[in-house]
Nanobody, 133 residues
């Protein structure tokens, strides 16, 4: 079994920044080199949506239009950790943020990303991000 543990959520005012971290640890059979990682979020009354993803080697990233230019996903493979730097936060960014792993990666095919929740193998427990106006 693989565990994804998020940290770094909290409350900020609009325009502020937060950095989320997700540390992966896990069992035999989990091939870190073939996975891709993503961040999803779910606001009250809304479906879970993908906001950012990164390929195993870090050479390809994806951002939803709603966060493009404000959020940056990165990873440190030596630490099995993925990060989401969130700048210029808006009240609409308020949600529970979930780290997610797809292993082997099924989020990217033919150079195109598709952040579907049914393509995720492992989820973190979620961390609350609240942005006040």
């Amino acid at each position: 079994q693989v565990q994804l543990v998020e940290s770094g959520g909290g409350s900020v005012q609009a325009g502020g920044s937060l950095r989320l971290s997700c540390a992966a640890s896990g069992s035999s059979g989990y091939t870190y080199s073939s996975k891709c990682m993503g961040w999803f979020r779910q606001a009250p009354g809304r479906e879970r949506e993908g906001v950012a993803a990164i390929s195993a080697g870090g050479g390809s990233t994806y951002y939803d239009d709603s966060v493009k230019g404000r959020f940056t996903i990165s990873q440190d493979n030596a630490k099995n950790t993925v990060y989401l730097q969130m700048n210029s936060l808006k009240p609409d960014d308020t949600a529970v943020y979930y780290c997610a792993a797809s292993n082997p990666c099924r989020l990217r095919y033919g150079g195109f990303w598709s952040l579907r929740v049914d393509l995720i193998n492992y989820w973190g427990q979620g961390t609350q991000v609240t942005v006040s106006s």
